[in-house]
């Protein structure tokens, strides 16, 4: 170009950038289409994680005598999942069976630090403690105690039944190794403790389970009102101590019939014992527990069984004077000494056992 005026070389090059091959404007090129978003195929399994997530709450709470809150922050499909950095290494993964309504396996993954804390506060410690092998058996009694109060509650508000075994624990191996299935991560708050990340991992049958079950009833989740639990609020129904169903007016069931007040919804008066300060443990402190007295023990072959008659001698493995257990749950929690109290026996309780001793009872 000289003097501001364009040649006919110039003029040719700016004309074919802008025309077609065939002399025709080239067309203006379509805007790509938007990415299809792409479907959180655990999204499915939100009430399910919801429930383990407030009973585990309520659980560890009771039993750590502490506030303590599973959240449950963020939930993707397995091979979308990210590893928290704490659970990379040195972590624990404690494996539970489900059945009946879905069948499949639930893995909770934690740290062995958490392990530790945890498994301290259980028996009364400080919970400022190194990991020990023996902290294995207490993480797994309070990860059974978990999903043993689920059973009802996802019965209730998903009207699903489930059945799940007892944790076994291994170790964890820190990489992604979850194909399908759903994995939850959850944040836990202990009082007074900082905040640490486990996971909740269900494996794809479970979650295909679910999926399929949840296509057949409403889901209700973990939200549930006393309504749609065929419950009324009403305050007559309520200072009455009986509730209504939800089958038709006034306040009994779909025949007119007083339903009692479950204890979850029962008025809270802090039981005959008063409030301990714990809402969690005020809900169980009214709740009977057999007591057993056991003199001793001992193992006969069948043939000396068949044997046994009026007046034949059982001889037991433990020395007269010696204290007899007494047990709780199946569980050993104290010795003793029996008396007689008003032509009645009893027992004088002479010590309780030791948190060492209730970690050894728990194998």
Known sequence: MSGGILSQDEIDLLTKNLLGSGGAPAAAEAPAAAPAPVENTAEAARPFFKIICEQASSVVTAVLSRAVDFQLQWLVAGENSVIPDELTSHSLCVDVSVKKDFVGNMSFVISKQEVATLSDLMLMGSGHTDYTEEHRDAICEIINQITGSCITTIDSQMRLATDFGQGTVRDFSGKNDFKGGAVATILIKIEEFPDQKILIVIDDSLLSGIKAKMSKVSSIGSDTSLASLGLSSSPSASSGGII????????????????????????????????????????????????????????????????????????????????????????????????????????????????????????
């Open 244 to 363: 209504g169903g939800g089958g038709g007016g006034g306040g009994g069931g779909g025949d007119g019939t007083p339903v009692a007040m479950p204890p979850a919804f029962a008025p809270q008066q802090g039981g005959v014992f008063g409030s301990t300060g714990n809402k969690a443990l005020d809900l169980l402190m009214d709740i009977e527990m057999p007591i057993v007295i056991e003199l001793g023990r001992s193992q006969m072959s069948l043939k000396r069984i068949l044997e046994l008659g009026p007046g034949a001698i059982v001889e037991m493995d433990r020395l007269a004077g010696e204290p007899v257990d007494i047990l709780i749950n199946g569980k050993v929690v104290a010795r003793g000494e029996v008396v007689v109290v008003d032509e009645n026996f009893g027992v004088r309780i002479i010590s309780l056992v030791s948190p060492e001793e209730r970690l050894k009872l728990l194998r």
